[in-house]
């Protein structure tokens, strides 16, 4: 149904499930009102994201508060687990000397699952609560958001140029770029290489975990749309879905870890 109570059409559906709730100026709305164009905010976005990083990190912070050096409870033991789990992959994988990167990576995983989950809420749910309240677009899930996923990809290139400069100067940083691979005497060849390798780092993050999690989306889109059959489909897909966001969830982190890794080492 649509935010007015019409019927929409199978392609009027999707269409609808895949539009942002967005903000603009007037010089970026087309002649249908709707928004384009770079100063374009996606409000839905930026809600879903903000509150579940509010809430997951918040919960997180109260538990290490009132964490004990007894018996854990059943919370404090999750927890514990997590931030294990991923100390232990950065102390396999990292092996420069930072205060930064396990908390990075523990914020990568934990923020990506969390936001990767809501694609197991019915599709329908969220938006037709909020058509109720004359919200017309609702995209609850922000990683099926290319400006999300290229916001944290970018956001973890810069952490990456700054570790270089950081670990090695500034001078040993332009060195590196300028010698590495095939010495200083082909220079140029070299500087052309790591500008593609580094200009790649970024937007291979970005669309992986944007496609990944598009895919599951219009998947479980698709099956809302069998009426009364999707039941038995939409069952078994949101079990195997849990694997895709883990997975996905745990992939960004790893490579954000790499990175950080070699930015760290001097070739």
Aim: overall charge negative.
């Amino acid at each position: 149904m649509s935010a007015d109570g019409g019927t929409l059409t199978t392609t009027g559906y999707i269409q609808h499930h895949l539009t942002n709730l967005a903000v603009c100026s007037d010089a970026a709305k087309d002649a249908a009102g709707h928004c384009h164009g770079f100063w374009t905010f996606h409000l839905d976005t930026l809600l879903v994201s903000g509150i579940l990083g509010l809430v997951v990190f918040g919960l997180m912070a109260k538990v290490a508060g009132r964490a004990s050096s007894g018996v854990p409870g059943g919370l404090q033991n999750f927890v514990e687990m997590v931030v294990g789990l991923v100390d232990q992959q950065v102390r396999d994988t990292f092996h420069g000397r930072s205060a930064l990167v396990t908390p990075l990576a523990i914020t990568i995983f934990v923020w990506v699952f969390v936001m990767n989950a809501m694609d197991l809420i019915p599709v329908d749910f969220l938006p037709v609560t909020a058509a109720a309240v004359g919200v017309d677009y609702l995209k609850v899930v922000p990683t099926t958001d290319p400006n999300l996923t290229f916001a944290m990809s970018i956001s973890v290139f810069f952490i990456m140029l700054w570790m270089n400069v950081k670990v090695k100067g500034f001078g040993g940083f332009f060195h590196e770029v300028l010698s590495a691979p095939f010495g200083m005497k082909l220079a140029p060849v070299n500087l052309i290489f790591r500008i593609v390798e580094d200009i790649a780092k970024p937007i291979s993050l970005a669309l992986r975990l944007f496609g990944n999690m598009y895919a599951g989306e219009m998947v479980f889109i698709l099956i809302a749309l069998l009426g009364i059959w999707q039941l038995p489909l939409a069952l078994p897909w949101a079990l195997f879905h849990i694997l895709i966001i883990t997975l996905q969830a745990f992939v960004f982190m790893m490579l954000t870890i790499v990175y950080m890794s070699m930015a760290s080492e001097s070739h």
